[in-house]
């Protein structure tokens, strides 16, 4: 893998769905890479987890935020947690998805809704904790769409 033309040691780099797949391999290259990182995601002890080895991989401040993205209150702590905790935030990235396959005509209507409230309403909320607004606070950005990663 190629390195990044700019160094991001020391910057502030959000990592939200950090527990699995493409957002944890994104919170270890950070770590390598030596940024200060808030990971998220919804389990707390899988979080602790990917914490201490971004640790091992040489993040100098790792903060974890256990964070449903699907749950406005849960992404307005999160927004919160990450400028008090870096400063500014350099880099927003979000994975977090729910992916459930099968035939759709047999999924339940709790399982749609997952989906919908996670993959879309979710990464909204996501979106628009990390943009800037007018004022230099996050939220209050318009977005005529909204894609997996953001970056303020």
Excluded: H, K, Y
């Excluded at 910057?11 to 990182?37: D, E, K, P, Y």
């Excluded at 997952?114 to 606070?137: E, M, Q, W």
């Excluded at 769409?145 to 953001?150: G, K, L, T």
């Amino acid at each position: 893998m190629r390195s990044p033309s700019r160094s991001l040691a020391g910057s502030g780099v959000v990592v939200v769905g950090a527990t699995s797949g493409i957002g944890r391999a994104a919170a270890c290259l950070f770590a390598r890479q030596g940024a200060r990182l808030v990971i998220a995601a919804r389990n707390a002890d899988e979080l602790a987890t990917v914490a201490d080895e971004c640790r091992e991989l040489g993040a100098p401040a790792v903060v974890t935020c256990p964070t449903d993205i699907s749950i406005p209150g849960d992404v307005a702590r999160l927004g919160r947690t990450a400028r008090e905790e870096l400063g500014a935030v350099d880099v927003w990235v979000n994975t977090a998805a729910v992916l459930l396959a099968g035939d759709l005509t047999d999924t339940p209507v709790a399982d749609i809704e997952r989906i919908i409230a996670t993959n879309v309403l979710g990464t909204a909320l996501v979106t628009r904790a990390a943009l800037p607004g007018p004022d230099g606070r996050p939220g209050r950005t318009t977005a005529g769409a909204v894609r997996p990663v953001a970056l303020p």
